[in-house]
């Protein structure tokens, strides 16, 4: 009631944000918020860094979106997925670059919102999040993949003398391969001449960068997932080839993912917000906010108002206990296990606790003794 300024007599919706302590309501908040503003025509954008917690507050959602009849009108998901929804708005960027390049005719611009919608909305769980360093001041680059057999062999090349002292630019410009590629791509040269000079140096040092093999695919953690859409330069194409060498990726991952990565730009998080006709947030942190973060609030974004909910319990203090059992079917305390059944063990315990039943999921934490152990 409180953000729809029920409470003000002019009754003038702006900008809001309230800090609600951890286990006290956010996610019912953010559910009933995003069904008000749907109801009455606005397209709602509910973000949060995790996608885990998005995809849980959204399935716990989903009959009450449904029996409103508001589904359509309300997205869940991370930032990352509000930038590709945003620059997606008039064509995917991806295709029209590619297209581009190829010189095929490019669709025609197009706006997905509809006449009927009043607006757009912003609901922020989490604000404090956004700015941190992996948001606020940072970039969205979207990357296309230009893919053609001529890049396909010139990429091979470039595997093929890896450890060669002769592999430089030089010696790539020399080759038939290198000639094929710029004859398929005429015009744009410079392209294929800055992909080379990158890989070149991607290709010394791809071993050192931090990657996850998984369902014969190379992902990379973002907060507290695995992604696979996410590229690492060059490093991820020739971690491709290195695995697909040691028999961990199969031939036809591999010859998916070979490519030249052609950037479409870079768009900042901080102003996707502000292409919002409101933007609202829950927090548990509220009032941790350094000045600078406020100056920010109140400068850049015109929030002005801050409602700092007290506890449902009355004392302030967090009811927060460690339950002696987890309840669902595991006891908590130690267990000593075989060596060789060890691993089996721990993922048993992580998938019963990550189970289908979601009034008992629970996030999990797996510490191990160092990185090795891990591995």
Known sequence: MRVLSVDVNDRELSNHLNQVLTGEGKSVTLAILASVFALIGFEVSCVCYSQYLSDRDYQAFTDFFNAL?????????????????????????????????????LNEARCDRGTETKGRVLLIDEVDVFFSKDFYGSMYSPI?????????????????????????????????????????FEQWDFLIDSAVKRMLTDIKDYRSHDYIVKDDRIGYKDQDTVVFNMLDGYKTLFAYYYEHDQGRISERSLLENISLSIQCGHYSYAEIPKLFNCILGVTGTLKSLNPKQKEVIEQSYNIKRCT?????????????????????GIDAGIKIQKENDYHVMIKNEIECRLGPDARTKRAVLAFFKDIEKLR
């Not at 592999?167 to 590629?181: A, H, I, N, T, W």
């Not at 007290?310 to 669902?328: L, N």
């Open 308 to 328: 700092y909910v007290p506890s449902v319990f009355g004392s302030g203090e967090s009811r927060f206990e460690f339950k002696k059992r987890i309840g669902v």
């Open 144 to 184: 296309a993949r230009l893919k053609d057999d001529t890049i396909k062999v010139l990429t091979n090349l470039i595997w093929q003398y890896k450890d060669s002292s002769d592999l430089s630019f030089s010696f790539v410009k020399k080759g038939d391969e290198y000639r094929q590629c710029l004859k398929a």
């Open 69 to 105: 009849g508001v589904t359509e009108k309300i997205k869940y998901g991370t930032f990352n997925e509000l930038c590709e929804t945003v620059i997606k708005e008039n064509g995917d960027i991806r295709d029209l670059t590619i297209r581009a390049i190829k010189g095929e005719p």
